[in-house]
Nanobody
């Protein structure tokens, strides 16, 4: 059974940085479309960034220039480096992996940005 476990969230001041990690087991991240989503209280879950099995990355407009998605095949882990954080980046961040008819989700990690 595939499993995704996120870590790295926390409380940070505006302008600060965080690096989120998504450790995978039971699946190989380089074979999946891996993505980070986030959900703020009272809002719908939204896509932050994704990286294809070929290593091509794409970002939501709000993430461009501030966030970087990457993966480490040796660690079977996907990362989200977040810089210049803003209070509106506050939310729960989820990792997902999609391939063919299968999609897996982690439990999420909380990110809180104070002003």
């Amino acid at each position: 059974q595939a499993q995704l476990v996120e870590s790295g969230g926390g409380l940070v001041q505006a302008g600060g940085s965080l690096r989120l990690s998504c450790a995978a087991s039971g699946m190989t991240v380089s074979m999946y479309l891996m993505a980070w989503y986030r959900q703020a209280p009272g809002k719908q879950r939204e896509l932050v960034a994704e990286i294809s099995n070929l290593g091509s990355a794409s970002y939501a407009d709000f993430a461009k220039g501030r966030f970087t998605i990457s993966r480490d095949g040796t660690k079977n882990t996907v990362f989200l480096q977040m810089n210049s954080l803003k209070p509106e980046d506050t939310g729960r961040y989820y990792c997902s992996g999609k391939r063919l008819m299968s999609t897996y989700w982690g439990q999420g990690t909380q990110v809180t940005v104070s002003s």
